[in-house]
């Protein structure tokens, strides 16, 4: 007896208010322990084309949709009653004939003649997509056969909306093949398990015992399923014979990639693999998602830490413990530093100097300094200013080791000399916010290692690092860099509201560019919401009236975020809002049903404060981008409904977007 539950059923009990998800929680234990308890009042759906669909009682209104064949069941759907039974009356599953894989598929029938007619008149009048396909490609893509001929004739009107009625392998598969790539079919041999298939396996899961059950049903599929699209399969298995990257725009499953990689690496015995990301709490949640993927041997061989923690580690292993300075006592010592000197320089303007050229390049002596390019720097500096710099550089490296002091980058350094890193491969996730030194300290140490160094990230999410070239640290990636392009987190509307705020093609400082082109989502939702407002009172009580619609449409308060610029501004909103706050940095590499970006004012987003320490027109133009990155950031954490809005006037970046979605 095998009790499995579908990834359509996780969706639709996200749909289900609080109350009504502990009730059906409740009934799918009992079911669990007691496939045919008396309790649940079970039926037979008479008339559903597939005579093993089931329904089970939870109360009055709501219903589980079972699956029964022999001894197993499949919890398939969950929702009110007349829709449940509308649900298991329009589907059957499947054994597919071409990819062998299980598949819950809408009977082609069951679609509204209307709904059917209007693809047609729309194959008429535009070109077809996929007209010159053969029967056999389509069904390797897992087209169902009685799906073949209106997905012939879809159209880029109809495409989104004939995917919505597939299953979901093949609806990626044509919006993949819509975009431009080439489907990848994962074809099995005769006679196996269909639910073992690969992409069987992202839609199904085996539960083994409550307390899996337990764990599926706590969180949305969304945030526990960490299955592979064949797609993403190619840049998990693949040798490299030097550094490789995966990028791809928010929501197209980067961090799965990564995740495979390091399991995958780690099959080998004499492995040791360093799993790692820019901050404590994203690589927390990679070590959470770790044991779905890998058993307890392949985790043993995986170290799973933030890079700069791994960085301070091994370097107290190798020179004992150290002191770090703190940013306001370099801001002191360097304050110090250019009165002791009389330089004629702002401290703003040194501290990005100190950071960004001579502390991140290890720049050591004045004749290096002078001839340095300007990696990352679009202002140029006379050469009497720059003496004037490096002799502030020079006090300052006294004073740091006068008061036994050292920065990040130093350890990074320091550790680089001693090629120290006991890892055969590093996988590094969020790799667009890798700093100078670290990646040099990467670089040097595997950089030349076969699978050495795997790198997925997104520079149109960059907001914590300023850019450099990466050939410049002996890390190159040209010709073993690839992009993802399907979306499989947020919603068609929500993903194209925030590709509006970023350029179609971003240029790194090498001239690489980065083409975010072709990149669609899986599924349709609601249009998001933009806003404009006379005062911040008014803006609030329209955000508190969203909040509650949402909520009586089912949306838990718990997946409800409000993101705003500041963590002052969060700490001041946060009285006047029936909903969870935080500033938008805190929310990079999260996920909710519902996002609210709110009080994005002209002097907000960008913030002025920081658009006045700009030195130049080089660093005005990063401080722009890193906050329409960051708006980016915040608006695509959203999975189903966005809200953006500010008070009059308005921050430049909402104003791009108010005439491309719905206004409040």
């Given at each position: 007896m095998t009790f499995r539950i579908a990834d359509t059923f996780s969706d639709a009990l996200a749909r289900l208010t609080t109350q009504e998800q502990k009730a059906v929680k409740t009934a799918a234990f009992d079911l669990q322990m007691n496939p045919a308890s008396p309790g649940l009042s079970m039926h037979r759906v008479d008339r559903a084309r597939d005579k093993g669909f089931w329904t089970a009682r939870v109360n009055s209104d709501i219903r589980l949709v079972l699956h029964?064949?022999?001894?197993?069941?499949?919890?398939?759907?969950?929702?009110?009653?007349?829709?449940?039974?509308?649900?298991?009356e329009s589907r059957r599953i499947d054994t597919h004939p071409r990819t062998g894989a299980a598949q819950i598929v809408e009977i082609r029938e069951t679609v509204q003649e209307v709904v059917i007619q209007r693809y047609v008149e729309e194959a008429i009048r535009l070109p077809r997509l996929f007209q010159g396909e053969s029967d056999d490609s389509l069904l390797s893509w897992g087209v169902p056969e009685d799906w073949l001929d209106i997905v012939r004739d879809a159209t880029e009107d109809t495409v989104l909306d004939i995917a919505s009625h597939l299953p979901a392998e093949a609806a990626e598969a044509i919006l993949q093949a819509a975009t431009g790539t080439r489907p990848t079919p994962v074809l099995v041999a005769a006679g196996i398990d269909p639910f073992a298939h690969p992409d069987a396996g992202r839609r199904f899961r085996v539960m083994e015992n409550v307390e899996e059950l337990?764990?599926?049903?706590?969180a949305p599929w969304e945030r526990w399923t960490v299955y592979l699209h064949p797609a993403q399969r190619e840049y998990v298995e693949r040798d490299f014979n030097g550094p490789a990257r995966v990028i791809g725009s928010a929501g197209t499953g980067k961090t799965v990639v990564a995740l495979h990689r390091a399991v995958?690496?780690?099959?080998?015995?004499?492995?040791?693999?360093?799993?790692?990301?820019?901050?404590?709490?994203?690589?927390?949640?990679?070590?959470?998602?770790?044991?779905?993927?890998?058993?307890?041997?392949?985790r043993a061989r995986i170290h799973v830490a933030a890079l700069a923690d791994v960085i301070r580690d091994l370097h107290q292993q190798a020179f004992g413990p150290t002191a770090l300075v703190t940013e306001e006592n370099l801001s002191e010592l360097l304050?110090?530093?250019?009165?002791?000197?009389?330089?004629?320089?702002?401290?703003?303007?040194?501290?990005?100097?100190?950071s960004l050229i001579v502390d991140a390049w290890n720049v050591r002596d004045w004749e290096s300094y002078r001839d340095l390019p300007r990696l990352g720097r679009k202002v140029r500096l006379p050469a009497a200013r720059r003496e004037a710099a490096w002799s502030v550089f020079s006090a300052l490296r006294t004073a740091l080791a006068a008061h036994n002091l050292k920065t990040e980058a130093q350890l990074a350094h320091e550790l680089a000399g001693t090629e120290a890193l006991p890892f055969s491969h590093a996988v590094i996730d969020e790799a667009q916010d890798i700093s100078v030194p670290e990646l040099l300290l990467l670089g040097r140490v595997l950089g030349a290692v076969e699978n050495g160094l795997f790198f997925a990230g997104d520079i149109g999410q960059r907001i914590f690092r300023a850019p450099f070239p990466w050939g410049a640290t002996g890390v190159e990636i040209r010709g073993r860099s690839r992009s993802l392009k399907v979306n499989y987190r947020t919603s068609h509307q929500i993903r194209r509201c925030s590709d509006n705020l970023l350029p179609e093609t971003l240029v790194e400082p090498d001239g690489s560019e980065e083409n975010r082109l072709g990149v669609t989502s899986v599924f349709e939702g609601a249009v998001p919401r933009i806003g404009k407002f006379a005062n911040r009172t008014d803006e609030i009580a329209a955000l508190q009236a969203w909040i509650g619609k949402l909520q009586s449409q089912g949306v838990d308060a718990a997946d409800i975020m409000v993101l705003v610029r500041t963590p002052a501004l969060a700490d001041a909103l946060a009285p006047m809002i029936d909903a969870k706050i935080m500033p938008m940095h805190d929310a990079k590499g999260a996920e909710y049903r519902a996002v609210a970006v709110i009080a994005l004012d002209q002097d907000i987003v960008p913030l002025a404060e920081r658009l006045l320490t700009a030195q130049d027109e080089g660093q005005l133009d990063e401080i722009l981008n890193t906050d329409r990155h960051l708006l980016y950031v915040a608006a695509s954490r959203a999975r189903d409904f966005l809200w953006l809005s500010g008070v009059h006037p308005v921050s430049e970046f909402l104003e791009d977007l108010f005439e491309s979605s719905s206004n409040v």
């Open positions: 029964k064949q022999g001894g197993d069941t499949l919890l398939a759907w969950v929702g009110h009653h007349d829709d449940a039974y509308a649900w298991a337990r764990a599926a049903l706590e995958r690496l780690a099959q080998d015995p004499k492995a040791r693999v360093l799993l790692t990301t820019f901050n404590s709490r994203l690589s927390e949640a990679l070590a959470r998602k770790l044991p779905l993927l890998a058993t307890e041997d392949l304050g110090q530093a250019v009165a002791k000197t009389g330089a004629p320089l702002s401290v703003d303007f040194l501290r990005d100097e100190w």
